[in-house]
């Protein structure tokens, strides 16, 4: 009995942890997405387009990826962060 109630509180507090991480990195990838938007607009600015073989035009492709591997609630991150939790059965975390 002691052993269940210490296993569901451990499994309880991983939800928690996950929760909470994805919380943070989705708020980190709507930052990062605002500066990469911000920095076009800059670009724009300056230069008048976006040259699409461009050096920045490539930046932005880079940038965006990396702000949609932070975004937590695009479902393919949020599963490979879940399954991060191997111990953890993965149905879980469907809501």
Do not use: C, M, Y
């Not at 059965?89 to 469907?94: E, G, H």
Request: hydrophobic residues 40%; proline residues 2%; without cysteine.
């Amino acid at each position: 009995k002691a052993e269940e109630s210490r296993k569901q509180q451990e499994l309880e507090r991983q939800k928690i942890q996950l929760l909470e991480k994805n919380a943070a990195d989705w708020e980190k990838s709507k930052l990062v997405k605002a500066f990469i938007e911000a920095k076009k607009v800059l670009h724009i600015k300056e230069n008048s387009s976006v040259e699409p073989d461009s050096e920045f035009a490539q930046w932005l492709a880079w940038a965006h990826q990396h702000a949609d591997r932070l975004d937590s609630l695009k479902e393919n991150v949020l599963l490979s962060k879940s399954l991060k939790f191997g111990h953890i059965p993965i149905q879980i975390w469907t809501v």
